[in-house]
């Protein structure tokens, strides 16, 4: 037909009771091939589409079908209300049916789950301000995060439980973690870009692994589409903090990947030539440039792009997307170390005040691609390979001043200095690929099954130390000489996983209410490799070594090695495995209006590890095997059409680190000690949880629930010292008791037009008893007597644990101008986050506030561009202890409330970025 004959239909498609748009609504002009999918802002257009009266159709699910006589006569504008049909409001299967990575989608998987889920979609993380996986989650109710040296969100705490206590999913299955210490996975390491959606499970099947007492975290990443898209962003960004004290940078062009000892040969003596020096020393951008100017060109870099489509008659479903971030990041922290006060008060003393600068760049690639191929309506099989690697390059420069010793005075300016710089480069990665099936063979039967093979690494070559001695006097700071022991390490792991799923699904017609049977298991062997070496270096005369006479900075030392054969005897070279064989049953019943989920799972573990290099009065070995059972029930109340009542039992487990059951022990200069636990315990929970679920319309919800956790043998870290009465303090994690865990959450979402509202809040409470040591005079009453430690119970609340969590978003939508504008806050309350062996010592943090803003703008139909702030009231994370300190008429920086002892201030600044995304389909 000539083109002259034809125009162009679009309009818009919108729910005539709240004004919103109905993404994903078919339109499609009957008669003719011609349809159209409503796309993000309610709008559609059809091409090409004939002169002439035609009807045109318009379908969504959950809503009536309407159609309307329409007169096409050139371009032509129409627009189009459907009403809400209650029919199809009920139960219904919604992944196939609702357009994937929208609000309605998210709503209707928490609806009908059979477990208690919190979905984030795609739609609500493209409008927010993060960037990571970890950003996200702290947008869910209930979950908190444990941030990294940076600031950044790193790790998910559910529901008052450390990060230990849950588990990360890629589409649904395990991978392993490239942290070198722990199992729990660096949220930071996903970009957010790549996700379809986001799901947090609160409970438990049988069909689910059981080792999250906290919860699961189910990255669903990008998934093939139904036609051709191609999306994709670009951001440009900078952080505040960098412009008001300038970024840190070293080169690291010369840093060797592989220790000498990993070069040459456990017989190679190794010398300092073979030691590169331009990586231990850094520039600040900048005072090396005079100004901000050279600032402005080391942006924060971030972009994404994805494309996907469907091939041979849409038995081919590809897709594929790739992530790239850069970004500079700064960091300003007061950290004091503490101890005891030798008097017998039981009051904190401050030992030692580092005031830090670190300077961090971090690079995100992510590459993923999903493949699906539908043999027939029966037979599906689909191939996940993705790779994330995360790559950190700091600097930390600090100043360690000695507050405890006669020396230090903040009146006078006096005090005896040490100066620290630290270099860390390190490489994260995890490369997983899986490849399941789905076969139904009957109306009754089916199968699904996955194979699953991962990597998972860490390597942090030539992370070294330069460190020196100062004095501070009269305000005026002395020429610095080398300190001893100046020290270059290697450290890197490697988990490898592989892991086979076999699943079995029975719909029984003889059985009355039972509407599905199913059984199925798992087998998992996953194995760790760690390797440590740490070369010590001294200088060749300390005497003769006074800056600004014989050295300006690192290359100009005259070193020595003491150790030219590296210290690979260290207990942190070890092999460690954990093999893990799994079945469940679980059967789905339904009756009086109620849904059943009643199973049991089986888990079968073996754990344990092998020191590369035997060690004197250390157990070269050692193994643990055991079973759990681990039964579970859900059951979901229909109380009317639009409202469920949820109420759920499930046991789980938690096992130890691989790294955690190793007798090792870690010195650091900025911080503790730590120390691993070979008699470490796995860690077992009963949980139950209740949910009042009322959905009002397909993108609106209240839901309101209530939990509790009685734990068995928990996990927590502890400063605890070599020695009962002296010795170093470290790091170390231990088996407490039992402890018991509650909290009540509320979830609200609501839409009035333009205005959109998204908020929740959850309270916590735990309880755990510890012992503690109080250390005090024999007789209280006569200060002469013997000074003793007496151990005390004391109940406290579990480690991470904050009482208070609450989300506001804000939210503004104007569909005919293509606005979106959020504003979000994150509040987290304070919560322990360093246990102490003394009584009345932990270390808290303080309650923090979060802002961040986000701006969309939508040009044309295929462009938007936004504006994203972060971080808007420069919020410090703050640790402090509850005891005011044993000196009170001492002096100290910092020590603003005389009533409580500040331990730890970091500030990070504010961060900005402006970007543009495109999709077309």
């Known amino acids: 037909m000539p083109f002259a004959k034809c125009g162009d239909l679009s309009g818009h498609v919108f729910d005539g009771a709240t004004g919103e748009p109905l993404v994903g609504a078919t339109v499609e002009v009957l008669a003719t091939a011609k349809y159209a999918i409503v796309g993000l802002d309610g709008s559609f257009s059809i091409k090409n589409v004939p002169n002439g009266v035609h009807i045109l159709e318009v379908s969504f699910l959950g809503f009536e079908r309407s159609q309307k006589e329409i007169t096409v006569n050139g371009n032509t504008t129409v627009e189009i209300v459907l009403r809400e049909d209650s029919a199809?409001?009920?139960?219904?299967?919604?992944?196939?049916?609702?357009?994937?990575?929208?609000?309605?989608?998210?709503?209707?998987?928490?609806?009908?789950?059979?477990?208690?889920?919190?979905?984030?979609?795609?739609?609500?993380?493209?409008?927010?301000?993060?960037?990571?996986?970890?950003?996200?989650?702290?947008?869910?109710?209930?979950?908190?995060?444990?941030?990294?040296?940076?600031g950044d969100p790193q790790h998910a705490i559910v529901r008052g439980m450390d990060k230990r206590y849950n588990y990360t999913l890629i589409n649904g299955v395990k991978i392993p973690s490239p942290d070198n210490k722990n199992r729990y996975i660096p949220l930071d390491i996903f970009p957010a870009q790549l996700l379809e959606r986001l799901e947090v499970s609160k409970s438990l099947t049988a069909g689910m692994e059981g080792d999250a007492i906290g919860g699961a975290v189910n990255l669903v990443m990008k998934d093939a589409p139904e036609e051709f898209m191609i999306e994709g962003d670009?951001?440009?960004?900078?952080?505040?903090?960098?412009?008001?004290?300038?970024?840190?940078?070293?080169?690291?062009?010369?840093?060797?990947?592989?220790?000498?000892?990993?070069?040459?040969?456990?017989?190679?003596?190794?010398?300092?030539?073979?030691?590169?020096?331009?990586?231990?020393?850094?520039?600040?951008?900048?005072?090396?440039?005079?100004?901000?100017w050279q600032l402005f060109t080391m942006p924060d870099l971030l972009g994404s792009l994805t494309l996907g489509n469907r091939y041979f008659g849409n038995k081919l479903g590809v897709m594929l997307g790739g992530s790239f971030q850069n970004s500079y990041r700064g960091v300003d922290s007061n950290w004091f170390r503490t101890g005891m006060d030798n008097f017998g008060s039981g009051r904190p003393t401050l030992q030692r005040l580092q005031e830090r600068k670190s300077s961090t760049q971090q690079q995100r690639y992510a590459i993923h691609s999903k493949l699906d191929y539908y043999f027939n309506e029966n037979h599906k099989i689909d191939l996940y390979l993705g790779n994330y690697q995360l790559n950190d390059f700091r600097v930390r420069d600090m100043v360690d001043t000695e507050t405890e010793g006669r020396n230090f005075s903040m009146e006078e300016g006096n005090g005896i200095l040490t100066h620290i710089t630290r270099y860390t480069t390190r490489y994260q990665n995890i490369r997983t690929a899986n490849l399941s099936g789905e076969h139904k063979f009957n109306s009754n039967f089916r199968v699904h099954w996955s194979g699953v093979g991962s990597i998972a690494g860490s390597e942090s070559p030539d992370d070294g130390i330069f460190k020196r001695n100062g004095e501070l006097?009269?305000?005026?700071?002395?020429?610095?000489?080398?300190?001893?022991?100046?020290?270059?390490?290697?450290?890197?792991?490697?988990?490898?996983?592989?892991?086979?799923?076999?699943?079995?699904?029975?719909?029984?017609?003889?059985?009355?209410?039972?509407?599905?049977?199913?059984?199925?298991?798992?087998?998992?062997?996953?194995?760790?490799?760690?390797?440590?070496?740490?070369?010590?270096?001294?200088?060749?005369?300390?005497a003769f070594q006074i800056q600004g006479i014989h050295w300006e900075s690192y290359a100009d030392v005259n070193w020595g090695l003491l150790n030219p054969r590296g210290g690979v005897s260290d207990p942190l070279n070890f092999e460690s495995y954990e093999n893990i064989s799994a079945a469940y049953l679980n059967t789905n019943w339904s009756n009086w209006g109620a849904e059943v989920n009643l199973g049991v799972r089986l888990e079968h573990t073996v754990q344990g590890y092998e020191l590369k290099v035997a060690q004197q009065s250390v157990n070269a070995d050692s193994s643990q095997n055991y079973v759990d059972v681990l039964p579970s029930i859900g059951i979901k109340y229909k109380l009317a059409e639009k409202t469920n009542l949820r109420a759920s039992y499930y046991k789980a487990l938690a096992r130890p680190g691989f790294h955690e059951i190793v007798p090792y022990r870690l010195s650091e200069d900025d911080g503790f000690d730590e120390s691993g636990n070979p008699s470490l315990n796995r860690v077992r929970s009963h949980n139950y949880d209740l949910r009042w679920e009322y959905f009002p319309s397909l993108t609106e919800q209240v839901l309101v629930g209530a939990f509790v956790k009685d734990i068995r043998d928990p996990i927590e870290y502890t400063l605890v010292r070599d020695r009962v009465t002296s010795g170093p303090l470290s790091l170390r994690p231990n088996n407490f008791g039992n402890a018991f865990n509650w909290g009540l959450e509320a979830d609200f979402i609501k839409f009035f037009n333009k205005i959109g509202i998204r908020m929740n809040y959850t309270y916590t409470n735990s309880t755990i008893t510890t012992p503690k040591i109080n250390q005090r005079r024999e007789n209280p009453d006569d200060e002469s007597s013997q000074l003793v430690q007496v151990?005390?119970?004391?109940?406290?609340?579990?480690?991470?644990?904050?009482?208070?969590i609450g989300n506001l978003s804000l939210m503004y939508k104007n569909q005919l101008s293509g606005t979106d504008m959020q504003i979000a806050m994150v509040y987290t309350g304070e919560r322990i986050e360093f246990v102490s062996p003394f009584l009345e010592n932990d270390h808290w943090s303080k309650p923090i506030t979060q802002l961040d803003f986000s701006f969309d703008q939508k040009i044309g139909k295929y462009l938007t561009v936004f504006a994203r702030i972060n971080n808007i009231l420069d919020s410090p994370y703050e640790l402090f202890i509850k005891s005011p300190l044993a000196r009170e008429e001492a002096r100290f920086p910092y020590q603003s409330n005389p009533e409580e002892t500040t331990v730890r201030i970091d500030r990070y600044g504010q961060s900005y970025r402006l970007g543009i995304r495109f999709k077309v389909n």
Request: glycine share 6%.
């Open 88 to 150: 199809d409001l009920e139960e219904f299967v919604v992944q196939g049916s609702m357009i994937k990575g929208s609000e309605m989608q998210a709503r209707n998987l928490e609806r009908n789950a059979p477990n208690t889920l919190n979905v984030i979609s795609k739609k609500a993380i493209e409008l927010s301000p993060d960037i990571t996986v970890a950003n996200i989650v702290q947008r869910v109710s209930g979950l908190s995060v444990e941030r990294n040296a940076n």
């Open 473 to 542: 006097a009269n305000f005026v700071e002395q020429p610095q000489n080398i300190e001893r022991r100046n020290y270059r390490r290697w450290e890197n792991n490697t988990d490898t996983d592989l892991t086979g799923y076999l699943n079995f699904y029975y719909t029984p017609s003889e059985i009355a209410h039972l509407n599905e049977i199913s059984v199925g298991g798992m087998y998992r062997k996953r194995e760790r490799d760690s390797f440590f070496n740490r070369y010590i270096f001294d200088p060749a005369n300390p």
């Open 234 to 292: 670009l951001q440009l960004g900078y952080n505040q903090i960098n412009f008001d004290r300038g970024y840190y940078q070293y080169d690291r062009s010369e840093i060797n990947r592989q220790s000498p000892y990993e070069q040459f040969g456990s017989q190679y003596f190794a010398e300092v030539s073979d030691f590169p020096t331009s990586n231990m020393s850094f520039e600040n951008q900048k005072q090396e440039s005079g100004s901000n």
């Open 791 to 804: 151990p005390v119970d004391q109940s406290r609340p579990l480690q991470g644990q904050a009482d208070h």
